[in-house]
């Protein structure tokens, strides 16, 4: 059973930042990709951003990022770690939510998708 455990999440102002880490039970190289979602009270959950680790490229990984986020929000993977990290500047009182790491796995002809329990961000002054 994959293991993902956050941390990183805390109470900043707005233009602050904060870094979100999320541990894996295993490498990050053997997941389809790992992800950041988040919600906030009374919305859906929506994909912040994704990595897939590509050791065959220069950069190493492959991300994706919600417009809303693009230019602030900064996605990496430690393998020597099992880790992706979320990096987020300049944040502002609409990223406040829960985030949750997500890694998906191709397992018998399935996607599987495990999560963590989350982790609260709060962008208020």
């Known amino acids: 059973q994959v293991q993902l455990v956050e941390s990183g999440g805390g109470l900043v102002q707005p233009g602050g930042s904060l870094r979100l880490s999320c541990a894996a039970s295993?490498?990050?190289?053997?997941?389809?990709?790992m992800r950041w979602y988040r919600q906030a009270p009374g919305k859906q959950r929506e994909l912040v951003a994704s990595?897939?680790?590509?050791?065959?490229?220069?950069?190493?990984?492959?991300?994706n990022y919600a417009d809303s986020v693009k230019g602030r929000f900064t996605i990496s993977g430690d393998n020597a770690k099992n880790t992706v990290s979320l990096q987020m500047n300049s944040l502002k009182p609409e990223d406040t939510a829960v985030y949750y790491c997500n890694a998906r796995d191709w397992v018998r002809g399935s996607w599987i998708d495990y999560w963590g329990q989350g982790t609260q961000v709060t962008v208020s002054s």
């Open positions: 295993r490498s990050i190289y053997s997941f389809n990709a």
């Open positions: 990595i897939t680790m590509v050791a065959s490229i220069t950069s190493g990984a492959i991300t």
